[in-house]
């Protein structure tokens, strides 16, 4: 007989899908099937006959259940080697009984927390006896089969259905691999839940996880591979985002539009954001989103073609109208209506992505990155400002400057440095990502913002009458100069250069009006 050919089967899930199917076909099949608690009730209301774990090892289920299947009868039966003389005569010594095939799924641990339950709850949620079981049957899955996850039912089926009741050596070691990896996450869970309870930001041993959703067709680059894991604290964004239309995101596509919709999630106003390079090229607040993104796309309507356009708000047919009339990747909002829906299916290689909710901007977090060797792991920047902005400089800025720059170091925020920012009326007007030199960056951003108003037939550059944000101090005042000279009137930005003094006191001599943050955006 082969020695992997199932014979009985352990049983003991909490999440139920697929449950009876599978307990159908494995009674169908003469396998013996046994079972504990829910899932053995379950399977025995559907008229599937089950052998209880408690008469099958002559131990009763104790401590409310907490004892059930660590049990030697349980897991010998799961650790055997076949075929091992010394293991065989153990076995029959102690009246141990091989167990072939476990489906096992651990308590709801995650979704405990995640719906905030108390601290009692999430102990009495972590399941001791699933994990065991699943690394018994996963370390000896030359003989034994494991199953961990319901989706996986269907093709275990087909599997025995081809090898006669037994599975394949490939598709074992495939089930085995998944087992440690759902407990290795489970681990992590419950680990990264202490250390929130215990206010460890940064606990000695940092546990991570994540679930592949896709694997994307390259990285960056046409030679890299990629693919997107899901994880961590839920939060509406992209990697959830329910895709209506148009072919796979690509990595940059994912990248871009997290970048986007994380922008315009900083404004409670109507927002619209132009995404290229992981930068904004466009940006703007308005009345409704068809205002918003019209004057978003003023900013820089030669790099929105092919852009990722943001918005805060659900899609109605008057923006899905104005959204087909050029090239672009990416579209994300939290909703659309049937009108938007309708409209832009009409744009195939349109993806629409909905998130359903807006993400809190101020939600604590962390972000990773690596690097040889390792990883850097820092908290999300969750704070656009220090307080109330100091100002410093003769001239206080007017109400409407005020506006303006809230809305310019909000948007800095989400801009590679070295990062300069000219806003007016609410709308992004210039944009100096990136550069070496803070300077540098003034210069380009009131560059496009002259050649963009040249080209739209203006005659005036639209950094004049402006407002200017330094996602960093100006080191010296020439940056500052440079804004001046593009006709920006206030400026915001963090202060704390041992040249402040000298940077104020060129805006006063510009006539500037001023702002410090005390509080610094770098994005690198």
């Known amino acids: 007989m082969n020695p992997c050919r199932i014979a009985r089967a352990l049983i003991s899930v909490s999440d139920k899908t697929g449950l009876l199917e599978l307990g159908r076909y494995l009674a169908d099949n003469a396998i013996e099937i046994l079972s504990t608690g829910g899932s053995a009730r379950a399977l025995r209301e559907g008229g599937i006959p089950v052998v209880e774990v408690s008469d099958f090892t002559g131990f009763p289920e104790?401590?409310?259940?907490?004892?059930?299947?660590?049990?030697?009868?349980?897991?010998?039966?799961?650790?055997?080697?076949?075929?091992?003389?010394?293991?065989?005569?153990?076995?029959?010594?102690?009246?141990?009984?091989?167990?072939?095939?476990?489906?096992?799924?651990?308590?709801?641990?995650?979704?405990?927390?995640?719906?905030?339950?108390?601290?009692?709850?999430?102990?009495?949620?972590?399941?001791?006896?699933?994990?065991?079981?699943?690394?018994?049957?996963?370390?000896?899955?030359?003989?034994?089969?494991?199953?961990?996850?319901?989706?996986?039912?269907?093709?275990?089926?087909?599997?025995?259905?081809?090898?006669?009741?037994?599975?394949?050596?490939?598709?074992?070691?495939?089930?085995?691999?998944?087992?440690?990896?759902?407990?290795?996450?489970?681990?992590?869970a419950i680990a990264r839940w202490f250390s929130d309870q215990l206010g460890e930001t940064f606990p000695d041993t940092l546990t991570l996880s994540g679930r592949l959703k896709q694997r994307l067709r390259y990285g960056e680059n046409p030679h890299q591979e990629a693919a997107l894991y899901v994880g961590g604290r839920p939060r509406p964004g992209v990697a959830s985002a329910t895709q209506l239309q148009g072919k796979e995101l690509s990595f940059n596509n994912l990248n871009d539009t997290d970048a986007a919709f994380e922008l315009v999630a900083e404004f409670d106003r109507t927002a619209c954001a132009i995404i290229k390079h992981a930068n904004p090229c466009g940006f703007a607040l308005g009345d409704d989103v068809r205002d918003a993104y019209l004057g978003a796309l003023t900013c820089d309507p030669v790099s929105a073609y092919g852009g990722i356009v943001a918005f805060n708000r659900a899609l109605d047919g008057a923006i899905a109208e104005e959204l087909a009339k050029i090239?672009?990747?990416?579209?994300?909002?939290?909703?659309?209506?049937?009108?938007?829906?309708?409209?832009?299916?009409?744009?195939?290689?349109?993806?629409?992505?909905?998130?359903?909710?807006?993400?809190?901007?101020?939600?604590?977090?962390?972000?990773?990155?690596?690097?040889?060797?390792?990883?850097?792991?820092?908290?999300?920047?969750?704070?656009?400002?220090?307080?109330?902005?100091?100002?410093?400089?003769?001239?206080?800025?007017?109400?409407?400057?005020?506006?303006?720059?809230?809305?310019?170091?909000?948007?800095?925020?989400?801009?590679?440095?070295?990062?300069?920012?000219?806003?007016?009326?609410?709308?992004?007007?210039?944009?100096?990502?990136?550069?070496?030199?803070?300077?540098?960056?003034?210069?380009?951003?009131?560059?496009?913002?002259?050649?963009?108003?040249?080209n739209a037939g203006e005659k005036t550059s639209r950094t004049v009458g402006s407002v200017v944000a330094s996602d960093a101090f100006?080191?010296?005042?020439?940056?500052?100069?440079?804004?001046?000279?593009?006709?920006?009137?206030?400026?915001i930005q963090p202060g704390g250069s041992m040249r402040d003094e000298e940077v104020i006191k060129a805006a006063d001599d510009k006539g500037l009006a001023m702002v410090c943050t005390g509080m610094r955006h770098f994005r690198h």
């Not at 990155?369 to 850097?376: D, I, M, P, T, V």
């Not at 500052?480 to 009137?489: F, R, S």
């Open 62 to 188: 104790i401590m409310d259940g907490r004892v059930k299947t660590l049990q030697p009868k349980i897991h010998g039966g799961l650790l055997a080697i076949r075929g091992n003389p010394q293991h065989e005569r153990a076995m029959d010594d102690h009246g141990i009984e091989p167990i072939d095939l476990l489906v096992v799924n651990l308590y709801p641990f995650e979704a405990t927390v995640a719906k905030g339950a108390s601290f009692e709850d999430c102990i009495e949620n972590i399941d001791i006896g699933g994990p065991a079981l699943i690394r018994a049957a996963a370390k000896n899955h030359a003989f034994v089969t494991v199953v961990v996850d319901p989706s996986d039912y269907p093709r275990l089926m087909e599997e025995m259905e081809a090898n006669d009741n037994a599975c394949s050596d490939e598709f074992r070691r495939r089930l085995a691999a998944r087992a440690y990896a759902r407990t290795a996450a489970y681990d992590a």
């Open 327 to 454: 090239f672009l990747e990416v579209v994300i909002a939290p909703g659309a209506d049937d009108d938007a829906r309708r409209i832009l299916a009409g744009r195939k290689n349109l993806r629409l992505l909905l998130t359903g909710a807006m993400p809190d901007p101020a939600e604590p977090g962390m972000t990773v990155r690596s690097l040889a060797g390792g990883y850097l792991f820092q908290t999300r920047d969750a704070a656009v400002f220090e307080g109330e902005p100091r100002v410093v400089t003769r001239r206080a800025p007017t109400d409407d400057e005020m506006a303006d720059l809230m809305t310019a170091f909000a948007i800095c925020k989400h801009v590679k440095s070295n990062a300069i920012i000219y806003v007016k009326d609410g709308r992004l007007v210039g944009v100096g990502a990136g550069q070496m030199s803070r300077v540098d960056s003034a210069r380009i951003a009131a560059w496009k913002s002259k050649e963009a108003a040249e």
């Open 474 to 491: 100006f080191p010296f005042a020439d940056g500052l100069l440079a804004a001046a000279e593009a006709g920006a009137t206030a400026v």
